[in-house]
């Protein structure tokens, strides 16, 4: 695993830590949601990749943004969805759109890395960084 990797995975436990001291739904129904929504991420990369469409962040963020996932989030305060939940949850989407692999959530093993989600990509399709 790389450094960058093990920042990420620790930074997104560190975040639902603080996320789940304060939350009325539980932990382990938010992590579910990101699961949910890192594979839903996955679909988006399949289908973009499909239509030979060309994958980058922009893209996947309006794929994000008419998902309509951050309104099917459980809320993680008794106000509702915090900023931050909104942002964490819009992330593991957008990330694994990208990569075209579900984003781990905390205490998940990720995938190995020499295991391509597809394995030839298009050439208008950037590859991950």
């Given at each position: 695993m790389t450094p960058r990797k093990k920042i990420t995975i620790a930074a997104a436990a560190a975040a639902l830590t603080v996320i789940a001291g304060c939350s009325s739904s539980t932990y382990e129904e938010r992590l579910a949601f990101l699961r949910k929504v890192a594979n839903r991420g996955v679909d988006t990369y399949k289908l973009l990749y499909s239509q030979e469409a060309r994958i980058d962040k922009a893209r996947c963020e309006r794929a994000f943004d008419g998902?309509?996932?951050?309104?099917?989030?459980?809320?993680?305060?008794?106000?509702g969805r915090t900023p931050e939940w909104r942002g964490q949850v819009k992330e593991f989407f957008v990330d694994s759109c990208l990569s075209g692999k579900p984003k781990p959530v905390p205490g998940d093993l990720p995938y190995p890395a020499s295991t391509p989600a597809i394995s030839d990509s298009p050439s208008a399709t950037p590859s991950p960084s």
């Open positions: 998902s309509g996932a951050a309104d099917d989030a459980p809320p993680d305060s008794s106000g």
